[in-house]
């Protein structure tokens, strides 16, 4: 039996590695999609984030903004299957869709028939604000009106004992920013701490995030 030159060898070896590579790729599966706005307003942020991450990461649209109509590509690492998907209108008011299989779909769009533009429930879709005690969606955007910079966000169920871990991580939201805040679905009812460069703080009790869109400080309530 002849063996290949090295040439020839060369050759077979790169075929197989080009099918091995194409061959993983499709295993991992790509979860790369478009935004598609059709919910009769405008987007102003997007985010769009591992269902097993506990934040929501940069603002995808940055400078930009997704008009009522149209279609924004949104790149995700290749085999990031299960995503969370966050979109915050013009005016506040923020919609998101939880553990969506883009691997499996093109389009995820927002404001489509059947699908919720009213006020957040549990999972994302239209319904009436949770009460107190019940489950619902308690993301929000904390939103600074001070004139000094957060540095720390804590926010925890107002049954809770402690505060828990600061949700800005390694980030911090200058005066008139705005930061989107993730957080489990389930509890409502919320008391939320900030701390301020220069190690003053500022907190407001019993708020039930899943009726608001927006945290801001300072606390005009």
């Known amino acids: 039996m002849r063996l290949p030159t090295s040439r020839q060898g060369a050759l077979a070896l790169a075929f197989i590695a080009g099918l091995s590579g194409q061959a993983l790729a499709q295993g991992q599966g790509n979860p790369s999609f478009n935004l598609v706005n059709r919910s009769g307003q405008t987007i102003e942020q997007a985010y769009a984030s591992s269902a097993q991450q506990s934040t929501w990461g940069r603002d995808l649209l940055g400078n930009d903004v997704l008009q009522n109509g149209g279609t924004f590509a949104v790149r995700l690492p290749a085999g990031q299957c299960t995503n969370d998907i966050r979109v915050v209108y013009e005016g506040g008011r923020s919609e998101e869709r939880r553990g969506v299989d883009t691997c ?10 059947g699908q919720g533009q009213g006020q957040r429930g549990a999972d994302g879709k239209r319904g009436g604000a949770a009460q107190p005690g019940r489950s619902g969606n308690p993301s929000f955007n904390l ?52 701390e301020y460069e220069n190690r003053s703080a500022e907190e407001v009790h019993g708020v039930d995030l899943c009726s608001v869109s927006d945290v801001t400080f300072p606390d005009r309530g």
């Open 143 to 194: 939103v600074n009106r001070t004139n000094k910079t957060i540095s720390v966000l804590r926010a925890s169920p107002a049954s809770d004992s402690n505060w828990g871990e600061d949700r800005l991580g390694n980030a911090t939201v200058a005066p008139g920013g705005r930061f989107a805040i993730r957080l489990p679905a389930g509890e409502c009812n919320y008391d939320v701490r900030v």
């Open 104 to 113: 499996r779909t093109n389009e995820v769009v927002f404001g489509q028939a």
